[in-house]
Every structure is written in structure tokens, then in C-alpha cells.
């Protein structure tokens, strides 16, 4: 599959608040579950650049 076919899935969108703290939106909680991922109150996340793109992972 070339970039152009690429898949994308948009789950949603979030504001930032005060002091530049955001909120997982539901979608993205679910996505994490189901993919063995479940993120919880207090887990870490780790934002990373790739290809141009930003990513979120768990920690």
C-alpha cells in the first residue's frame, strides 16, 4: 500500500485546557482497549513525531 492509500481513521478531536492539558477523548480510550492497550487514570502517554505525524502511545 503506498502513502497515498494509506488508511486513516479520524477518532475525534480534544481542546486543549489550562496549562496545555488534554483529555482522551472516548474513541481513542476504546481504540487503546482494543488493541490490548487499555489506558487508564494516571497512565503515561508518550507523544512521538513520525513521518511528519503525531503519534500517541502508552509509555
Known sequence: MSD???EEKILGT????????ISL?????????E??????EGDRLVYKLRDGEIVVEPA
Open 4 to 6: 497515498d492509500e494509506s
Open 14 to 21: 480534544t481542546t486543549v485546557t489550562q496549562r496545555w492539558r
Open 35 to 40: 488493541n490490548d492497550d487499555p489506558v487508564e
Open 25 to 33: 477523548i472516548k474513541a481513542v480510550r476504546e481504540e487503546f482497549a
